[in-house]
């Protein structure tokens, strides 16, 4: 039987207002089960999984069919194959020229608890880490993310989600703006390359984690308020910022990104649901819905955020970009 293995990172961005060196790992990022006023608490513990048994990894024999596209490829959970999660959320920034996201660190405490007490029942709380506005420095996420090269298999699946800002950057070759950065709270807006967590920055160092499957959710948009000390004089309503990074992020064999929005687009929020309307959506259909697969679920996410951004008189439309051939089963 054909074998293969697959490597998930989710990476959510929400809101809009928008090589490893000497890094040591924060244990005060590490995640338990009691909660605090977000659902998120920072304890010490041992980070170091316990992992039972051989890792087997098969390929279905049949594809799965997700409106009309064949997906070749499954990946279930067991207890040799383990799901690594990541979540990060800035509302509020050091440097204030930043917009406030309103709901962000909620919303990465959501995906946290979703990832915990779902029914899908399939992740280890040591394998669940967060980082919360002050704790989400560059610094920090560097960090977490030499954790995930520390202990993730080739066998097994790391999600990553951000929720807060994003940023554009001008290509000085064609004038054209490319959705680039992920704002962090200790980011500098005057200096987006240095402060902040580009797109090729995240690729490379994903590109070093062994697990193979990487699914990357961005609740997010890069045309924010944030985006005017790079529009360079040009008027706002005439930016079109291209997907470009975003798709080569996802070039890579076994990636996804499920994008809250295309790279234009706003990414609503709502004071009804205290959150992003695609992570509400996500996480109730992989929670409630049946939706056991990350495809079902999404498509099922993209159609409701739709219509409730239509209802408040904006356009949005979460997409899939990445490797179309790869799907995750939420339960063993």
Same mark, same amino acid.
Request: glycine fraction near 8%; proline fraction near 3%.
């Given at each position: ?24 790992? @924060? ?5 338990? =089960?009691?909660? =605090?006023?977000?659902? !998120? ?9 316990? =992992? ?25 959970? #067991? ?29 990465? !405490? =959501? ?71 992920? #704002? ?36 997010? !948009? ?46 609503? !929020? #709502? @004071? ?22 990350? #495809? ?37």
């Amino acid at each position: 039987m054909k074998q293969f293995i697959l490597s998930l990172a989710i990476f959510a961005l929400t809101g809009c207002a928008g090589t490893y060196s000497s890094w040591e790992y @924060d244990s005060k990022a590490v995640i338990d =089960r009691n909660s =605090r006023e977000m659902g !998120c608490s920072n304890t010490s513990d041992d980070n170091k999984p316990i =992992r039972r048994g051989r890792a087997v990894i098969t390929s279905q024999a049949d594809p799965i069919f997700d409106g009309g596209l064949a997906v070749a490829e499954l990946w279930q959970p #067991s207890n040799a194959r383990q799901i690594w999660v990541l979540a990060i959320g800035v509302t509020s920034y050091n440097d204030v020229s930043f917009p406030r996201v309103p709901f962000a660190s909620r919303d990465a !405490c =959501r995906f946290r608890d979703w990832s915990l007490h779902a029914n899908i029942n399939v992740i280890n709380r040591w394998n669940v880490h967060v980082l919360l506005d002050e704790m989400a420095t560059k610094g920090n996420v560097l960090a977490e993310l030499h954790w995930l090269k520390q202990y993730a298999h080739g066998e097994d699946a790391v999600l990553i989600y951000f929720a807060g800002n994003g940023a554009p950057e001008l290509d000085r070759n064609d004038g054209g703006f490319d959705a680039k950065y992920l #704002s962090l709270y200790d980011s500098d807006s005057s200096r987006l390359f240095e402060t902040a967590l580009g797109l090729y920055e995240l690729a490379q160092e994903l590109d070093m984690v062994k697990a193979q499957l990487q699914v990357v959710v961005i609740e997010a !948009c890069f045309s924010g308020s944030v985006s005017e000390k790079v529009l360079h004089g040009r008027p706002k309503e005439d930016l079109e910022i291209r997907p470009k990074l975003i798709n080569r992020f996802g070039a890579k064999s076994g990636r996804v990104i499920l994008s809250a929005a295309t790279a234009w687009q706003i990414a609503n !929020c #709502s @004071d009804e649901i205290g959150g992003g309307l695609f992570t509400h959506f996500l996480l109730y259909a992989w929670k409630y819905r049946g939706g056991l697969l990350l #495809s079902n679920g999404f498509s099922w996410a993209k159609e409701q955020t739709r219509r409730a951004a239509e209802k408040r008189g904006s356009v949005q439309e979460p997409t899939r970009y990445g490797d179309q051939k790869v799907d995750l089963m939420l339960e063993r």
